[in-house]
């Protein structure tokens, strides 16, 4: 067991009882078994008392007056931090009804008056495990926690800080883990011969393995892409980058059967002309915004996921966007929302991409508002990429 798991704090036992022999007695019990036992004259003073300090164990008479031991079970059993503290009820009272009150109210134990000193150490001792069992996994999870937040941090800087400025562009972007963590990502940045590259993905499952595993696709996309010569084809940048990723993916890590899902795309900023290779993931939306133009078309899938095998092929489609056309990229995790409601993604994205934005932060916020009156734990990860050329 952890070192930092065991608290040095002595196990602190709280004796409930409004008579001074029976409170005494207990206390030398508790005592003799090594424990530090504090007196409670009714069950107020109780409840007062477990509200100013760390307790192990409550044991609590029943019959006392003003506040009884039911009563004040029930009060205990009420207050969230005090839930899962081990009590144990002390009466008089041999009777089934009553120990079936006390343990429908909560209580871990029952223990008649005159009580045995061998069964008042089993009772006492049986509860003190269970409360340092509770305590260990508190502390566990909380560690976990801790340790979740930082990862989420982590992979939070692993996104841009800010997306690039593109003169005539405008781009917006967000990303909403199901868990701490997650397996979705966006990217856009400048290449030094002036095309902007954008990429959404969607490695699959969720949580600690999804996200590390995201972080070494994102890495890979970004860096083969970064140095390619400058003024090489969008088309052999896309090749080669995509298919440099996924054949190390493939032959390096093959056996984790680890994928993701991408769309990644090269903007030529002057000319709006946009090259991009879809590898089976869900279909980007591209809207014109000329009048008479028609409605939102899906742009075409290329090939295959990445990281399943070594060597595979993919088309390299381009379309030309112009003034006030809008292209929305996002994972399979805002189709789900969205559908939620018992629409079709495709016809509410439309919808929200008609409403006459002309920056793609309007046309963000829209679809993030959108997906509010979904549901309030969204079971996977929620990515979109926004671009619109102003």
């Known amino acids: 067991m952890s070192a930092a798991l065991?608290?040095?704090?002595?196990v602190r036992v709280l004796v409930v009882d409004d008579l001074d022999l029976n409170r005494d007695l207990l206390?030398?019990?508790?005592?003799?078994?090594?424990?530090?036992?504090?007196?409670?004259?009714?069950?107020r003073d109780a409840l007062a008392k477990l509200a100013q300090d760390e307790w192990d164990l409550v044991l609590l008479d029943i019959t006392m007056?003003?506040?009884?031991?039911?009563?004040?079970?029930?009060?205990?059993?009420?207050?969230?931090?005090l839930a899962q503290l081990p009590v144990v009820m002390v009466s008089a009272i041999d009777e089934a009804e009553s120990v079936v009150?006390?343990?429908?109210?909560?209580?871990?134990?029952?223990?008649?008056?005159?009580?045995?000193p061998r069964v008042l150490q089993a009772r006492v001792e049986a509860s003190l495990v269970k409360k340092r069992l509770q305590d260990q996994q508190a502390q566990l999870l909380a560690a976990l926690s801790r340790e979740m937040e930082i990862g989420h941090r982590i992979q939070q800087g692993f996104l841009p800080a800010q997306l690039p400025s593109v003169p005539g562009w405008s781009l917006a972007a967000f990303c909403r883990p199901a868990r701490h963590v997650g397996g979705d990502f966006?990217?856009?940045?400048?290449?030094?011969?002036?095309?902007?590259?954008?990429?959404?993905?969607?490695v699959c499952d969720k949580g600690v393995g999804a996200a590390l595993?995201?972080?070494?696709?994102?890495?890979?996309?970004?860096v083969t892409a970064q140095q390619l010569a400058p003024g090489a084809a969008p088309h052999d940048v896309l090749q080669r980058c995509v298919g440099a990723t996924n054949d190390y993916i493939a032959s390096v890590h093959g056996q984790e059967n680890m994928f993701a899902t991408a769309f990644v795309a090269l903007l030529e900023p002057q000319g709006g002309t946009l090259t991009y290779l879809n590898a089976g993931h869900e279909l980007p939306l591209l809207r014109r915004g000329g009048q008479g133009a028609p409605g939102v078309v899906a742009l075409e899938v290329s090939g295959p996921a990445l990281g399943l095998v070594a060597g595979p092929a993919w088309h390299i489609h381009q379309v030309s966007m112009g003034p006030n056309d809008m292209l929305v990229a996002f994972s399979d995790g805002l189709t789900e929302a969205l559908e939620a409601s018992g629409d079709l993604a495709v016809d509410r994205l439309d919808a929200l991409m008609a409403d006459g934005h002309r920056e793609a932060n309007t046309l963000a916020l829209g679809i993030s508002r959108a997906l509010e009156g979904g549901p309030e734990v969204a079971s996977d990860d929620i990515t979109l990429l926004a671009l619109v050329r102003t």
């Open 27 to 43: 206390i030398r019990r508790v005592q003799r078994l090594g424990h530090e036992g504090v007196a409670a004259v009714d069950g």
């Open 186 to 202: 966006y990217d856009a940045f400048v290449l030094p011969d002036g095309q902007c590259m954008l990429v959404v993905a969607d």
């Open 213 to 222: 595993y995201m972080a070494l696709f994102r890495t890979l996309l970004r």
């Open 101 to 116: 009150r006390c343990l429908e109210l909560g209580a871990d134990d029952y223990l008649t008056k005159p009580f045995n």
């Open 65 to 81: 007056p003003q506040m009884d031991g039911y009563e004040t079970l029930g009060h205990i059993r009420a207050d969230p931090r």
């Open 6 to 10: 065991v608290s040095s704090r002595p």
